[in-house]
């Protein structure tokens, strides 16, 4: 059964549109005539094409760079229409192009633009969407897309920063499992058999040594077998187990430090994509429920549906937050600044600029402590390994020093 997209008039002469599953063109025509619906148009949908866009992704670059490309020529008294479509000479990609030529067969048929961005649900998160619905109905579309692509470049700024900032404590860690794992399955072996063959007195970290040895060449397949099959099993239990999910979160807000520094980065991104929600004029309730999607924690997630839920039900927005833990004392402040003068989104942007600065810096500290403790970490298991070899060697040849 193939499923059409239709446009059809009324006796009154009102034009309806829709989506029906019909076995053919006739089959859609008489259900239509009993509804008293007279067919004029109709786009047969394609389900392949359909599982494409549904799987289509973009990277937030990519997004933040299509939003400023619509947004200027929005501005610029461009219709929509001719914005979506790509022009000779702009720097677009492949995938951007092919998302923003559907968009425009979407708005050509008559159909919002923020309706067509539900066949991307990768591409356009659910605030997006929001945004840019609320934002056709009142005339703002321009400003509205240009404030997201300045929000979608600074995530990506953030994100590019924390990578960058974690290449060299990765490569300090790979570099130190693999001199571990080196050590233990090829190199302890053979001075095992040395000093088993000098039959001297071995140090308990000799013998810690080479238990860890032993069980290295025994199972080194089930060792390989965990590194190779955890990171994917880790990631399964956690999309498909949300109670896995919230232990997980929870856990990463109690680590020292970065516990921190991730919740400041998760109550910045909420802030922000509420300022972009209450400035394109929506209302509070439904804000809080987009500003979930961004969060990227469940922990903080599960506090702002409770607040949701609260204000729906008549408290105040900082009423609600204060009965949360995981907010912030200058966030319940600037809330209640906010709620009092009636400029609530003004209010919580002094709070996101404060953190835009807190933020990096508390990155760029703990990276500080964490790269010497590395080193550190490092020289004291080559330190290990040293002692295992050399003191039973020190045994021998100065007995009374033990």
């Not at 238990?211 to 099959?229: E, N, P, R, T």
């Not at 290990?384 to 021998?396: H, R, S, W």
Request: hydrophobic share 50%; charged share 20%.
């Amino acid at each position: 059964m193939a499923k059409f997209e239709y446009t059809a008039v009324t006796p009154q002469g009102m034009l309806s549109k829709g989506s029906r599953e019909a076995d053919t063109v006739d089959r859609l025509r008489d259900m239509l005539a009993r509804e008293s619906l007279e067919l004029v148009s109709y786009k047969q949908r394609d389900k392949r094409a359909e599982r494409k866009n549904a799987s289509t992704t973009l990277k937030t670059s990519e997004l933040a760079n299509m939003f400023f490309q619509i947004g200027i020529q929005l501005r610029a008294g461009v219709p929509i229409l001719e914005a979506l479509h790509v022009r000779e000479g702009e720097e677009t990609g492949a995938r951007s192009a092919g998302v923003r030529q559907r968009l425009a067969e979407v708005v050509e048929q008559g159909t919002p633009v923020s309706d067509g961005m539900t066949e991307f649900p990768r591409v356009f998160p659910k605030y997006v969407r929001n945004i840019v619905q609320v934002a056709e109905r009142s005339g703002s579309l321009s400003e509205n897309l240009i404030q997201l692509r300045e929000y979608l470049e600074w995530m990506d700024k953030n994100w590019k920063s924390f990578k960058q900032a974690m290449v060299y404590p990765i490569c300090v860690l790979l570099a130190l499992v693999a001199f571990i794992i080196i050590a233990l399955r090829f190199v302890f072996p053979t001075i095992t058999e040395m000093l088993f063959e000098l039959d001297i007195p071995l140090p308990w970290i000799t013998k810690m040594m080479i238990q860890a040895s032993d069980f290295v060449q025994h199972q080194w397949w089930g060792i390989l077998a965990v590194g190779f099959f955890l990171p994917a099993s880790m990631r399964m239990l956690f999309s498909v187990s949300s109670r896995a999910t919230l232990w997980r979160d929870h856990l990463l807000l109690r680590l020292p430090f970065l516990g921190d520094i991730i919740l400041n980065l998760a109550v910045n991104r909420f802030l922000r994509s509420l300022i972009l929600m209450l400035q394109a004029g929506i209302v509070i309730t439904d804000a809080l429920a987009s500003s979930r999607d961004v969060v990227g924690n469940r922990v903080i997630e599960e506090s702002l549906q409770r607040v949701e839920t609260a204000v729906a039900n008549g408290w105040t927005m900082n009423q609600a937050m204060a009965r949360e833990t995981v907010f912030p004392a200058l966030v319940l402040t600037m809330v209640g600044v906010g709620e009092r003068s009636g400029s609530l989104d003004e209010s919580l942007q002094s709070v996101v600029e404060y953190y835009d600065d807190l933020v990096p810096r508390k990155i760029k500290a703990f990276f500080a402590f964490l790269e010497p403790g590395l080193i550190v970490l490092t020289i004291f298991l080559a330190g290990l390994v040293a002692a295992a070899v050399f003191l039973p060697l020190i045994n021998m040849l100065s007995p009374s020093a033990y």
